[in-house]
């Protein structure tokens, strides 16, 4: 079982940069896939942005590709979304989210909100 927090989200301009962080309880050396989602105003979907899913294999949503990094740090058991040339339209809610075995674990979110 693991618990995650996200934090890092804010308002910020367009084109302007965030760094989204998620905190798990424990090791997550063995937890694959790991990744970020996020669900848009107004929208019950919640998409894929993007998941770290093996050592080598990173996929991102074509919509940020070439826009978001992510990466993680085994060693502090973080998870982090870098965000560049941010577009009013990634204004959403961003959840971390890891699965184990087959259940699905999420944190509560946080808001970024790209506006001037």
């Known amino acids: 079982q693991v618990q995650l927090v996200e934090s890092g989200g804010g308002l910020v301009q367009p084109g302007g940069s965030l760094r989204l962080s998620c905190a798990a309880s424990?090791?997550?050396?063995?937890?694959?896939?790991m990744g970020w989602y996020r669900q848009a105003p107004g929208n019950q979907r919640r998409e894929l942005v993007a998941v770290v899913s093996s050592v080598r294999n990173t996929d991102y949503s074509d919509s940020v590709k070439g826009r978001f990094t992510i990466s993680r740090d085994n060693a502090k058991s973080t998870v982090l979304l870098q965000m560049n040339s941010l577009k009013p339209e990634d204004t959403a809610v961003y959840y971390c989210h890891a699965r184990i075995g087959i259940i699905n674990y999420w944190g509560n979110g946080t808001l970024v909100t790209v506006s001037s």
């Open positions: 424990g090791s997550i050396n063995s937890v694959w896939p």
